[in-house]
């Protein structure tokens, strides 16, 4: 059985999130968020945020312990990028781009892989 989650305009961007998701892509839930708690960078604040959100979804739905799923897939969209213009040397105005993100994850119960 498996269950999603999903997080939208996510203020990171996709680049940055990529390294951190690939670290947890296949593991076991308890020990991505061990990872995800450790590794002090604020950008795994939204990843763990919707890893605990899609255990919760498991819970409720399936009354499935975290100790019996594992990540199956996640992976970081782009999302829209907020463009605005700073006055730089000359006269010019150059672009800034803010970038955002989606992230979506699968979660799949440890008995239904060995089907």
């Known amino acids: 059985m498996q269950f999603c989650a999903k997080a939208k305009y ?3 961007s996709p680049y940055k999130i990529r390294p951190i998701v690939d670290v947890i892509r ?5 020990s991505s968020l061990n ?12 990843v763990k ?6 255990v919760a979804n498991a819970k409720d739905v399936a009354n499935i312990e975290k100790e019996n799923l594992i990540v199956k897939q996640i ?3 782009q999302g829209p990028t907020h463009k605005y ?3 730089s040397a000359r006269g010019i105005a150059s672009v800034l781009r803010k970038r955002s993100c989606h992230i979506s994850i699968v979660l ?8």
């Open 10 to 12: 996510v203020r990171f």
């Open 26 to 30: 296949g593991k076991d839930v308890i």
């Open 35 to 46: 990872w995800l708690t450790t590794h002090k960078v604020k950008r795994c604040d939204p």
């Open 49 to 54: 945020k919707i890893l605990e959100s899609a």
């Open 75 to 77: 992976f970081v969209d």
């Open 85 to 87: 213009f700073k006055p």
């Open 108 to 115: 799949e119960s440890k008995n239904s892989k060995e089907d």
